[in-house]
DNA sequence: TATCTATGCCTCGAGTATCTATGTATAATA
DNA sequence: TATTATACATAGATACTCGAGGCATAGATA
């Protein structure tokens, strides 16, 4: 991470779940996707990503499978997103709208949305 | 806290300056008004907060003053916020901002603005 | 040729934030 | 009398992320 490291605590997981729920991405791939979707906000480091998807997959939101290794492609470990992940993004996603919402409340009206 | 425990990290101080920006409370007080501004959605435990308002005052972000007790009110330690902490303010709120919007990017929209 | 950068997987110790539990004390209520 | 609300505070446990490091290959650069 980069901003405010303190504040993308909780989130990451649910960052990786919403890639993943678009198309199957091995985990260099989730970290340019993520930085490239959020402009660069999110630089993911190595070392909190794949810890992350060790522990989706090993509580079953996640499922993973090695590429062939071509001559110019080694390989690659790619994730796919399970049923339960999807449920379990669902459920992080509406926490995350009452979240915002909340804190918005909090600094006082729509501070967030407008500027 | 209360709602997805991890998400909320990181902002608590914010939150907590930002109820001080508007008047001075003491910490009981506090975690009422945070309460009542995001309808329940933060509820902050008093060992989450205190060590925060000492933190925040060690820091030169608050003041705090003792008010006298009288026969029906206790001595309560009230918080003031400092021209160190408004600075504070402004840049959290800020980073907050770039931080919501990323995550909305991420999830793909205004995800967290609809519905 | 040697070194650096990018790719691609991984682990570990440290730092930080919050939680739960606990402690102290008083006043009001059931 | 016992519980709840008020009001301050600390301490140990837990959880998430970071920074640093390790391993390996390919391409670019010096």
Redesign the interface.
């Known amino acids: 991470m980069n901003?405010?490291?303190?504040?993308?605590?909780?989130?990451t997981a649910?960052?990786v779940l919403?890639?993943l729920s678009?198309e199957n991405l091995y985990g260099y791939q989730i970290i340019r996707t993520?930085a490239n979707?959020?402009?660069d906000?999110?630089q993911m480091n190595e070392g909190t990503l794949y810890p992350i998807l060790h522990s989706l997959e090993k509580n079953g939101m996640l499922e993973s499978y090695w590429s062939e290794a071509s001559e110019t492609v080694r390989r690659r470990k790619y994730y796919r997103i399970t049923e339960k992940g999807l449920k379990e993004l669902a459920k992080?996603?509406k926490?995350?709208?009452?979240?915002?919402?909340?804190?918005s409340?909090?600094?006082?009206g729509a501070?967030?949305?407008t500027?």
Chains 1, 2 share one sequence.
């Open positions: 901003i405010s490291k303190e504040l993308a605590k909780g989130s649910m960052l919403s890639v678009k993520v979707l959020s402009d906000v999110f992080q996603n926490e995350w709208k009452e979240y915002s919402t909340a804190v409340k909090v600094l006082g501070a967030h949305v500027a």
